[in-house]
């Protein structure tokens, strides 16, 4: 059988597309922790129940849920190249995916998975150091695209109108998303510090085709992250995204392309090249940069994989390390690509330490019972918990309310996939009624403007949602 899409995650990340079981084969690191990592590390592990429904820990804070109300189930016999034959070329956001590549998440709880290593961005706000500042904003921009690493199902495709909000005061911010357009998709997004230190805001909408043997992602939309207390302002794009052997052989993912962070208050920029991983994939997974001021005096260089850690060291170390590095080492043989011209490149080293460079990210420890949740870390895990009174304070369109998504999360995979069909002729329904009546669509949050940065598109926060006037929002579901 054809094993399409067994890994077609990272394009779940950028657009709602695909993926499913993914062997682990290819994994610089073992990030299966022996238990439970969800609190952070200055947190204690004690709980108690708390009117016999909430968990608390001992500092007050919630504990979330720290594993799924049913395993994923097994997408091994199951074929779509049936569909996939008839996309090459295409857009693939037009195309309807059956559900059994799904995970139970939406794509914009997959967007909220940036806030994963929000520690990064309060590292960011707490220095004084411009430097050090932008070193902590690059660990973040790379942390983001680290969320798809491995993970095996696609998120669902927001329903036009669809909501999300987190709110985590552990962790220090909330975070509202919605779908401001369907054809084609576009994702806007706007997070706040709780302390008033940041804002992080952008839109996503990519391109995303099928090329027979590959899918690819191409990055498009603004991401900006605002430090209020330093006055600054940072800007990027994420890398492009490849999904290889999606016909036959194994599957394997590479992000490469330039990413490119401007401080847009002291004019320093971060260069960050995701490497494509070349003839015997030396290169897999590397990220190689350098950040320099606006004179363009590097200041320091970065390296590491975006599936593993980021370190940074000064430019004069690195390189009298690489030049010692060429001139003392022993020839070495070169990998041989596997039989199968299809196969995925062999497995590199992990990251190759030099001394003296500073640690600026790790990837966090996935669960024990990861590969049974869909390769969900424990925030992922949190995202579409819905506890108890919850559905009071929610917009109706908010997307732990989705019926498709909520019965797939619970294990009934025909009622799921029944409420998914519904939900989308539902929404095909609406778009020509509103044709018919010549009713153009408004978005309820997010509003079209001009990024103040960048000078490009963008769509904006407009406010009011944590008002908790939801009298006008539309019936989706």
């Not at 997408?75 to 590549?101: A, H, N, Q, Y």
């Not at 998975?113 to 961005?121: F, R, T």
């Not at 004084?128 to 199902?153: I, K, N, Y």
């Not at 769509?459 to 949602?465: A, I, K, M, R």
């Amino acid at each position: 059988m054809l094993r399409l899409l067994r890994k077609l995650l990272p394009f779940g990340f950028y657009t709602g597309f695909d993926s499913d079981n993914s062997s682990g084969e290819f994994s610089e690191a073992n990030h299966k922790c022996p238990e439970m990592l969800d609190l952070e590390p200055h947190q204690s592990n004690k709980t108690e129940k708390h009117n016999g429904e909430t968990e608390i820990q001992e500092n007050g804070i919630k504990r979330h849920r720290t594993s799924l109300p049913a395993p994923m189930f097994s997408r091994s016999d199951f074929s779509v190249w049936s569909i996939l034959k008839k996309c090459i070329g295409l857009e693939l956001s037009k195309i309807t995916m059956p559900i059994v590549f799904n995970e139970p998440l939406s794509f914009l709880q997959r967007i909220t998975e940036y806030m994963e290593h929000i520690y990064l961005i309060n590292k960011a706000c707490s220095h004084t150091d411009p430097l050090e500042r932008m070193q902590a904003v690059a660990a973040f921009a790379v942390s983001a695209v680290a969320s798809q690493w491995e993970r095996t199902g696609k998120p669902f495709n927001p329903l036009l109108g669809e909501t999300y909000e987190l709110t985590r005061e552990d962790l220090g911010f909330r975070f509202i998303s919605e779908q401001v357009s369907h054809h084609p998709p576009i994702s806007a997004f706007y997070s706040e510090g709780l302390n008033k230190d940041f804002i992080f805001h952008g839109s996503i909408y990519p391109k995303l085709k099928f090329w027979g043997k590959s899918i690819e992602a191409e990055p498009r939309g603004t991401i900006t992250l605002e430090l209020l207390k330093h006055s600054e302002a940072y800007t990027w794009t994420n890398p492009t995204c490849c999904v290889h052997n999606v016909i036959i052989g194994k599957l394997w993912l590479e992000q490469y392309g330039v990413v490119e962070i401007i401080n847009h208050s002291t004019g320093d920029k971060c260069v960050l090249n995701f490497k494509p991983c070349g003839l015997f994939g030396k290169e897999l997974h590397r990220v190689e940069g350098y950040i320099q001021d606006k004179n363009r005096k590097k200041l320091c260089v970065i390296y590491g994989k975006w599936t593993e850690c980021l370190w940074c060291t000064d430019p004069t170390t690195y390189e009298t390390y690489k030049k010692n590095e060429k001139r003392g080492s022993e020839p070495k043989k070169k990998s041989m690509k596997p039989s199968n011209a299809d196969d995925m490149p062999e497995v590199q080293d992990s990251v190759q330490f030099i001394p003296g460079s500073k640690l600026l990210w790790r990837i966090n420890c996935r669960p024990p019972n990861s590969s049974q949740m869909y390769n969900f870390t424990s925030f992922a895990v949190s995202l579409n918990e819905l506890e108890k009174g919850m559905e009071a304070i929610l917009a109706p369109t908010d997307c732990r309310l989705r019926p498709d998504i909520r019965n797939m999360e619970n294990g009934n995979m025909d009622v799921a996939s029944r409420e998914k069909e519904r939900l989308e002729e539902k929404q095909r329904a609406a778009r020509k009624e509103r044709a018919k009546d010549e009713v153009e669509w408004h978005t309820r949050w997010f509003h079209q403007g001009t990024n103040p940065y960048t000078g490009t598109g963008d769509w904006l926060y407009s406010g009011g949602y944590f008002d908790r006037n939801f009298s006008d929002c539309p019936d989706i579901y």
